[in-house]
């Protein structure tokens, strides 16, 4: 069956450091893998997103790499800072008519000043 | 920041009540969604639409009942409010060919 993993354990870093974040999929073949972040109480927000044939994209503090072997994606983030804490969800597309996302149960990161 | 709006944010209603959550965008998208949120859960779809009087079922069941009569409206409806129906719901819009999705605020829904 299809499967979207992130770790669901929180991802507890010092300020300053650089955090990263795994998703992890199975059955899934997907053109892209989208990264969001989302805050307690509102809707996710888009962050970045990564095509099946590039390894690396970057925004600013921000770096995604695409495993299409691995079936992986890591999502960076340098220089972190307590506004960071959040949740980052990642979600790919189901590879087939319609192409509609599939989001990742999502992992907690804090920020610890 | 998007262009889709949600109201109500907070609704508290009792047992058995009719109830519309409205979800509207202005960016021209044809693809909209209802996710439906627990507080620290993963998001569960449970309708999307791919344009005007397209309805389908998402990946978890609920009660509740969607419609797209225009292109930038999206309501949902519970006919009969439980507590169960509890949540926070949350409406999408997306762009093509990506499927990016754009989130609303999302409405927060208590049912005693």
């Known amino acids: 069956s299809q499967k979207i993993e992130q770790n669901s354990e929180a991802l507890n870093i010092q300020e300053g450091k650089t955090a990263t974040l795994t998703c992890n999929y199975t059955?899934?073949?997907?053109?892209?893998l989208q990264w969001y972040r989302q805050d307690p109480g509102r809707g996710p927000v888009f962050l970045l997103l990564?095509?099946?044939?590039?390894k690396e994209k970057r925004k600013e503090r921000l770096k995604v790499t695409f495993d299409t072997t691995l079936k992986q994606s890591l999502f960076h983030i340098t220089a972190s800072q307590p506004a960071d804490s959040a949740t980052y969800l990642c979600a790919l597309d189901k590879g087939n008519a319609g192409n509609m996302l599939t989001f990742g149960g999502g992992t907690r990161l804090m920020v610890k000043p | 920041e998007a262009d889709i709006y949600q109201t109500p944010r907070y609704l508290v209603i009792g047992t058995g009540k009719k109830i519309t959550l409205e979800c509207s965008q202005t960016m021209g998208h044809d693809k909209m969604y209802w996710y439906q949120q627990d507080p620290g859960m993963e998001l569960h779809l449970i309708h999307y639409s791919y344009g005007v009087n397209s309805t389908e079922k998402g990946d978890l069941s609920s009660e509740s009942t969607v419609s797209r009569i225009r292109t930038e409206h999206f309501p949902l409806t519970l006919e009969s409010a439980r507590p169960s129906h509890t949540s926070q719901y949350l409406c999408?819009?997306?762009?093509?060919?990506?499927?990016?999705?754009?989130f609303g605020p999302g409405t927060r829904l208590l049912v005693l």
């Open positions: 059955n899934y073949s997907p053109a892209y």
């Open positions: 999408a819009s997306s762009t093509q060919p990506q499927e990016t999705q754009y």
């Open positions: 990564i095509r099946e044939n590039e």
